[in-house]
């Protein structure tokens, strides 16, 4: 029975602690948040048609296109026409995560284009397979990303990752705080910040060598913490992260004001997500507080959300004959 079509979704992620450190293989934690891409495979009639309130117009897909967003999607097909001809298709893709705000939105969608695609065309791909084809998605875009990502959107829920050694889940009661998500304005560039910081380190090893070793043991603590419910302690070690990251020269002055708006109002912790430069800032809240941390948090940020932990990695959402 050929299916019609099929929608598959991926969350998106903030990292809790780690970011940068994990490119270095340092562990790092991350969050699946419940802002999700949605993407819908249909039979085309010419080659690889995409439609995406992300980009501009239309994208007609030539897979021999190895630069810019043609370049992101060639790396998906490519890799899925290893396993089965890729015959033309019409794809849409709606997403709930801002683009270059830190939340994942390239693995996600990566994530659900790999699953909706290889599910329309009747193809068994595990978890794993799916991660890996959507890490060479990342890579196309980021250079050389560490795979949390787009490993947290395949998986789901809360975990902590290991560049190369893979990931672990943790498991947390996020009942008693919220997670508010601000942006500063600027969009984020991962790729070239990833190199900035590589440079900074490459330059001063044995400055930033017990930096990195530093970072990593924050992530472990971190972990505990978690899995305890000790979400005052995790708080203190965002801050403290906060920190290391400002030393590695990614946060930005709006970054550092909302970070310390969002600690005056009453968060327990307060941090860039994601590459820094721009993007957003995470902050671990009292569920009590919430309303409060939003009122004071309003005047210095156009977007803010709440997000939950979504513990449903990628998922088909419907099928049609």
């Not at 999607?73 to 893709?93: D, G, K, M, Q, V």
């Not at 683009?99 to 790999?114: D, E």
């Not at 599910?119 to 949390?148: C, N, Q, T």
């Not at 380190?201 to 978690?226: M, V």
Request: charge should be neutral.
């Amino acid at each position: 029975m050929k299916l019609r079509q099929v929608t598959s979704s991926a969350p998106g992620k903030v990292i809790l602690i780690g970011e940068h450190f994990v490119v270095e293989r340092e562990p790092a934690i991350a969050l699946a948040i419940d802002k999700r891409v949605y993407v819908t495979v249909r039979k085309g009639v010419k080659g690889v048609r995409i439609h995406s309130s992300c980009y501009e117009g239309e994208v007609d897909l030539d897979l021999n296109e190895v630069e810019g967003v043609k370049g992101y999607f060639r790396a998906i097909f490519n890799s899925l026409a290893e396993y089965r001809e890729i015959p033309p298709l019409e794809i849409t893709i709606r997403s709930e995560i801002p683009p270059r705000y830190g939340m994942g939105s390239s693995a996600a969608t990566a994530v659900a284009l790999t699953r909706a695609v290889a599910a329309f065309l009747g193809m068994e791909l595990d978890k794993e397979e799916i991660a890996k084809i959507a890490y060479e998605a990342e890579r196309m875009v980021h250079g050389s990303p560490s795979g949390i990502d787009n490993t947290v959107s395949t998986y789901g829920g809360a975990i902590i990752f290991r560049r190369g050694e893979g990931f672990l889940r943790l498991n947390v009661d996020f009942s008693p705080v919220a997670l508010l998500v601000a942006y500063s304005g600027v969009p984020k560039c991962t790729k070239d910040l990833v190199s900035k910081v590589k440079e900074l380190k490459g330059r001063y090893p044995t400055i930033f060598e017990p930096l990195y070793h530093t970072a990593g043991r924050l992530a472990i603590e971190a972990a505990r913490a978690l899995e305890e419910g000790d979400f005052t302690a995790v708080g203190e070690l965002m801050n403290i992260n906060q920190g290391l990251l400002s030393a590695l020269g990614v946060s930005t002055l709006r970054l550092e004001t909302l970070v310390h708006k969002f600690r005056e109002a009453g968060a327990l912790g307060a941090k860039l997500t994601g590459a820094g430069g721009g993007g957003c800032v995470l902050a671990l809240v009292p569920r009590e507080r919430v309303e409060k941390v939003l009122m004071a948090i309003k005047p210095y940020s156009e977007w803010i959300a709440q997000v939950e932990v979504c513990e449903t990695g990628v998922k088909v959402e419907g099928e049609g004959v």
